[in-house]
């Protein structure tokens, strides 16, 4: 059964940096898409950053600039570092995989259950 199981979530000032790990077990991260989405209260789940299994990301404009996705193949590991963090960037972050990459959001079919994000002005 996959599993993706996130951490590194934590409660942070304007400005502030966290960066996020999703430990994938049973997929293989180095063949196929992986990415994070955000569900901030009372809004739609929204995608973030994803990338290929060649690690090529994209972004969603919100984040742009400031968010770096990544991966380790070995660790089968995903990675989201969020600097310059905004009370916008508030919300649960998901990790998200799939075995075939989309050139939009739609590429999830296995996540996790989340990691709470806190950004405070």
């Known amino acids: 059964q996959v599993q993706l199981v996130e951490s590194g979530g934590g409660s942070v000032q304007t400005g502030g940096s966290l960066r996020l790990s999703c430990a994938v077990s049973v997929f293989t991260v180095s063949r196929g898409c992986t990415g994070w989405f955000r569900q901030a209260p009372g809004k739609e789940r929204e995608g973030v950053a994803r990338?290929?299994?060649?690690?090529?990301?994209t972004y969603a404009e919100s984040v742009k600039g400031r968010f770096t996705i990544s991966k380790d193949d070995d660790k089968n590991i995903v990675y989201l570092q969020m600097n310059n963090l905004k009370p916008d960037d508030t919300g649960v972050y998901l990790c998200?995989?799939?075995?075939?990459?989309?050139?939009?959001?739609?590429?999830?079919?296995?996540w996790g259950q989340g990691t709470h994000v806190t950004v405070s002005s």
């Open positions: 998200a995989a799939g075995p075939y990459c989309t050139n939009n959001w739609g590429f999830a079919t296995f």
């Open positions: 990338q290929t299994l060649y690690g090529y990301p």
